[in-house]
């Protein structure tokens, strides 16, 4: 729908400049007063279709990624921001208008040209509104996509196992006070990260699960977003130490080495065992 919506602005558009280069500089201000009370008529009839149509999308964001999520939070607040000035801008017009109503009398060429003038300069506004609306709603389609993605990628990497991780994630969802589909990601990204260093699904998933809890308590311990925290986290099992150090693990590949080898998780190479005696 918001495609469609774009395409009858873009058309719209088109079809005033048509009827203004067919009118010409030589037009009476009365005709161009009424194109431009058409043309902003019409726009104004669009741009509240296209709030219509966000409205339905933020309901929709807020289904995946939950009521206060960043992604509803973020479309929700330029929305209000949005309608805020297509309301001023009707307020404003509907004074414009009934002043120079009022004061037709006697300046009837005069008041067109005012209206005239006022309407061209909202319709103007009315563009930028209703940009600025097409922006939110091709924001609000990717957002859709990555949570597409996501389940594509989380039934990918669980596979019969889909419903176990799913649980697992709503019962985490519940722990943190979060969404599941904000945990997902990150459950998929580490049980994939796991099962490649040829661990079963199952006992990945049960690593995932720690490193996602991992992530969760450092997001608030740190004050940075979930999403922030897991990427951290996996960075840092990838072997960026310094990652580590933003949520709170202080470690190098000399230290590493040391605990594997005294929990006998890698043998005791000459190199591994100087590691741990120091």
């Known amino acids: 729908e918001s495609s469609v ?13 048509l009827l203004e280069s067919r009118m010409g500089s030589n037009a009476s201000e009365s005709d161009k007063a009424a194109l431009a009370h058409q043309k902003y008529a019409r726009q104004s009839e669009l741009v509240t279709n296209q709030i219509k149509n966000l409205e339905k ?54 008041t067109e040209v005012i209206q005239s003038q006022a309407m061209l300069e909202a319709s103007q506004q009315l563009s930028q509104i209703s940009d600025k609306l097409i922006e939110i709603g091709k924001d609000s389609i990717e957002t859709a996509a990555t949570f597409q993605a996501n389940e594509a990628q989380f039934e990918q990497v669980f596979g019969s196992m889909k419903q176990v991780a799913t649980e697992s994630a709503e019962s985490m969802g519940k722990e943190f006070d979060m969404m599941p589909n904000r945990l ?5 990204k580490m049980t994939s990260m796991f099962k490649g260093l040829g661990i079963e699904t199952d006992e990945a998933l049960k690593m995932a699960e720690d490193a996602v809890r991992s992530s969760a308590d450092a997001a608030a311990f740190y004050d940075k977003s979930f999403e922030d925290a897991n990427g951290a986290l996996t960075s840092f099992l990838k072997g960026n130490y310094e990652a580590g150090e933003s949520v709170g693990i202080f470690a190098n590949e000399t230290q590493l080495a040391a605990y594997a080898v005294k929990n006998n998780l890698i043998p005791a190479t000459e190199g591994a065992t100087q590691a741990t005696e120091e």
């Open 5 to 17: 919506l774009e395409s009858e602005t873009q058309k719209l558009n088109s079809e005033f400049e």
């Open 184 to 188: 997902k990601p990150g459950l998929s």
């Open 57 to 110: 999308q933020l309901e929709l964001v807020k289904q995946e990624f939950g009521e206060n999520s960043v992604e509803a939070n973020k479309m929700e607040t330029e929305l209000n921001q949005a309608k805020t000035a297509f309301n001023s801008l009707n307020n404003e017009m509907k004074q414009t208008v009934g002043a120079s109503n009022e004061a037709q009398t006697g300046i009837g060429k005069l």
